[in-house]
């Protein structure tokens, strides 16, 4: 029954790691989104099997955090002069859906404005391009999961509390519940003001960052 | 039953997002249309499983939004100069058809002119590259869910207007119905004069924007 | 039976519009070539749900108008400064075929050249890359389409006189056919000497429109 | 039972367009290819729906004669400075097979060189990159195409010779042939010394056109 | 039985040559993951038939090696200047999984460093973008057929230490194991300090090499 | 029973044309690998209906041969300012499988060397981007064909000795083997020193061939 990587939550002290939840026939699952940068040319490369719907969801979160940059402090620059690379192991396991949006999205911004990410988080929730967060199925798995991956904090689409609702209460202690209706919510809960330890020093080619006039 | 977004119409707070109609085997729905640019070099990206039909549907509507650029008071150098985003939630829900056309085009005309669109309105129609708004099917069904969603203006095709005339006029109470013939009578009743608020502030590389002469 | 845009002839006030005729299992049809063009990098977009032979015809179409930019009146720096869309309505319904080639030539034709397209005329004809037109089927099922939308004037294949022949006089009254071998002869007849109300005026990079020698 | 198209022999008053022979279970048949250039940036295009054999041909029949340039007078700023589209008619018939290897190179060096094609002549033979050519089938069939379209001279691989052999006599009245075994002997009978009435008269881009030197 | 190249462990003269363990339904077979470098622009090319899963393994193991190639003493613009080709033996023989992470990182690491690579040692294990280590199957008949091939020291997962209490002591004598975490383990045994004989010296462009600022 | 071009040895008179065996189920036959370059921008063309693995093969051979340009005294620019297309034919015969590496990196070394090909030599053998030679099937029907077609020398891998072994001494005689282990062997034996009649003499671009420092 090992779909995803069963292990238990790790740490927070890496930029571009963050915990989301799967649900498959056989259960619940966490797994792990993981966001890396190097310098280049704005390529974007995606691995760990996925499918159309998850791909088009990390693009989705890309487009969604190039309109809203400026106003998360991430330097323009950024998306042209470094490639980033989102992977989701185990590497075999073909994974789909939309579910991983969110944690896709705060992946990609922990990464590029290197932010620690909250310890014990998890999330699961579809976004769209104006950065809705959109209600996901398989929340009763996924919570159980979550408590025995030794996750303390879970993010949620409010459309979604009835779900949680339906769940017998002693399955929910020592879990908090954040309800959401937009990214800017989940980012607010996901980010720490500080930034981890060895942060990426992000550098600028001089000649391509000319300026832009209106 | 919940093939797409099954909420109410939300607000017209942002520009680049449309209300369109969808029309399934199950029944009516709304839909929305976000679209969203960010600086870059004039790349297209669409989401939300669109088939090729639709995906064609968005090609030619900025096509015709290019052509008629400088009479919509667009800059130019915006196709070249930003990226454009378009995506339609739910995200896993394969979408096709060319019943789109009008909405699509209001949205990308939207994002790139700033313009608030209308609120409480939605609409649905083909559009060819010349502009022309051409009939579409499922407008019963599609204006019960307009209906049920708060709608209150509909943009159809005058070729439409027969489907409007079998309907129940019980059921047509409280929607004005637009009927149109062109794409221009389509941006004349959907975008208002006023900008949103916070309007993206349009900027531009000087060198690329070199001037041309005949 | 309602397969492409069932109207009647529109009008000709819009360069790049040209009326041709389309034959399936449920009889003749017309339909629109619409093609339009916007400052771009030479770019091609064709939709319409076309075949691989459409496409092609299309390709053969603008190879021949390059090859002959100088004597039709042409700037040759239009193929690389401005993006050209091909549309065929009704965007949902898959075309194919090489029966298209005369009708998508002359929309292209009159697009660079801004030129006017003689009014009710419409025509059906296969081209070769040195501009031959070859015959094509279904010619008296397009007829009678051209007839009942209004057509004036049609052109053909001077090798598909024989098809014409057979048909009862009384359906060919008031349709005037031009039958041609070559392309050039359907430009002369279909190109008005007058351009559009409103052209388009085209503009051209300084630097990328640097002097060729020999 | 058409088909290629079944017209005679046309005329070699084009540069670019040369004769062949094909072959299919209905019969031989005469075709045409027909190579024209443009102005561009050394893209190929090739239609009327070849396969894969037929486009790879096309590929090496243009390597050979880039790598033969200067023997054939051919400026080799033409190959990156001009656009070379190939077509074959009729455009909806599927083509495939090496056969066309020869005419195809035939054609490509009449259009770089405009040099005129030997009248009444056609062609059938594979080529391979070092300019070798090889034997075909269908010889008896496609010589009687030949004849029917008025073919005076056809040039075949020498080790079709024996293909000839084994016709009557009577069908082989007032046809010359000329058995080759590389495409310099193609090329010699087939490219006349004069050129085409009305040459393209190439022209280069200065600042491409610089200096190499070992 | 011969699925992958049988042979026994042969040296480590070459920079870029790791011996990996792979299984298959007829039992263990190690193999060698060449890697190899040549000015260029930053191309990578994969080869062996490899499937999606493998390919995958090898951007992932790039993208690592790029976000640590400060801390790995590897100049950074050897990703742009250079091309990597990664093959891996026998050139038919279709492979897939990603039980070839680690080895195609030390690969790689090896042919950017020109570090030799530690003599008689073969290693297997899943890597992900962070650089964990995760466990992989098959490990009884790999340790066998590391044995029959020579190796001396096999580095693993910790997370597969109980496979290999599972196994009879008796064939693990004489190998010695390296359970590890993360890929700077597996880096810090694999690698040696000392390059190879003749290594490659890295050239750079000047003009692209020009200075990045923050 | 004609697979491939079945006829004799022809000669070494042009650089980059070289004799392989291939084994069918019909028997042992020669080929050609046939390669040319001509300026251009570094592109690869390959034809001949090559499957993966022998497009692989062909890769594998282009990447050893640019990493170790050097001891082989090419100049590393003709990798970037010269195209090379490898055919083999017949133009329509599919073929596939490693065996032809050897053959292929001898015809690519002797294009950009402009080394004459050493007569009535022939060769079968995988090779590894490392220079291996690694051992292939059909070594007795290919060993027949090279007889039949006056072939007098025979590249093999060493580990195909065995196959020689078990091949009646009667079908040997006159024919001299040579057993290798790495392709700088295989280079050795089949490259003279002397340059064909009329080499190409390669040029370069002044400006792309500017000075690298490391
Ligand atoms: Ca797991
Ligand atoms: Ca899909
Ligand atoms: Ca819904
Ligand atoms: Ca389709
Ligand atoms: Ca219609
Ligand atoms: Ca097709
Ligand atoms: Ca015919
Ligand atoms: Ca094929
Ligand atoms: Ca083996
Ligand atoms: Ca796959
Ligand atoms: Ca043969
Ligand atoms: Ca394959």
Same mark, same amino acid.
Request: charged share 25%.
């Given at each position: 029954?090992?779909? /995803?990587?069963?292990?238990?939550?790790?740490?927070?002290s890496l930029a571009g790691v963050v915990t989301g939840l799967a649900w498959?026939?056989?259960?619940?699952?966490?797994?792990?989104?993981?966001?890396?940068?190097?310098r280049?040319?704005?390529?974007?490369? $995606?691995?760990g099997q996925l499918g159309d719907v998850m791909k088009e969801s990390a693009m989705t979160a890309i487009s969604y955090l190039k309109s809203q940059a400026e106003s998360l402090n991430i330097d323009h620059r950024v998306f042209d002069q470094y490639d980033l690379h989102i992977h989701v192991p185990a590497g075999a396991v073909p994974k789909d859906?939309?579910?991983a949006g969110i944690t896709m999205l705060t992946a990609i911004a922990s990464v590029y404005t290197q932010r620690k990410v909250r310890?014990? $988080?998890?999330?699961?929730?579809e976004i769209t391009l104006r950065g809705k967060v959109m209600p996901v199925g398989g929340i009763k798995e996924k919570i159980l999961a979550a408590k025995r991956a030794g996750i303390d904090d879970i993010i949620l689409c409010k459309r979604n509390m009835r779900d949680i609702e339906?769940?017998?209460?002693?399955?929910?202690?020592g879990v908090? /519940?954040?309800?959401?209706?937009?990214?800017?919510?989940?980012?607010?809960?996901? $980010?720490?003001?500080?930034t981890v330890a060895h942060p990426?020093? /992000?550098? /600028?080619?001089?000649?391509?960052?000319?300026?832009?006039?209106n």
């Amino acid at each position: 029954g090992e779909v /995803f990587d069963k292990e238990i939550y790790q740490d927070n002290s890496l930029a571009g790691v963050v915990t989301g939840l799967a649900w498959t026939s056989v259960g619940g699952e966490i797994l792990f989104i993981e966001a890396s940068i190097s310098r280049g040319k704005g390529k974007l490369t $995606l691995s760990g099997q996925l499918g159309d719907v998850m791909k088009e969801s990390a693009m989705t979160a890309i487009s969604y955090l190039k309109s809203q940059a400026e106003s998360l402090n991430i330097d323009h620059r950024v998306f042209d002069q470094y490639d980033l690379h989102i992977h989701v192991p185990a590497g075999a396991v073909p994974k789909d859906g939309p579910s991983a949006g969110i944690t896709m999205l705060t992946a990609i911004a922990s990464v590029y404005t290197q932010r620690k990410v909250r310890s014990r $988080l998890a999330m699961t929730g579809e976004i769209t391009l104006r950065g809705k967060v959109m209600p996901v199925g398989g929340i009763k798995e996924k919570i159980l999961a979550a408590k025995r991956a030794g996750i303390d904090d879970i993010i949620l689409c409010k459309r979604n509390m009835r779900d949680i609702e339906e769940i017998d209460e002693s399955y929910l202690k020592g879990v908090q /519940f954040h309800f959401v209706d937009h990214v800017s919510e989940v980012l607010d809960i996901a $980010l720490l003001k500080e930034t981890v330890a060895h942060p990426v020093k /992000f550098t /600028f080619d001089n000649e391509a960052s000319k300026s832009r006039e209106n």
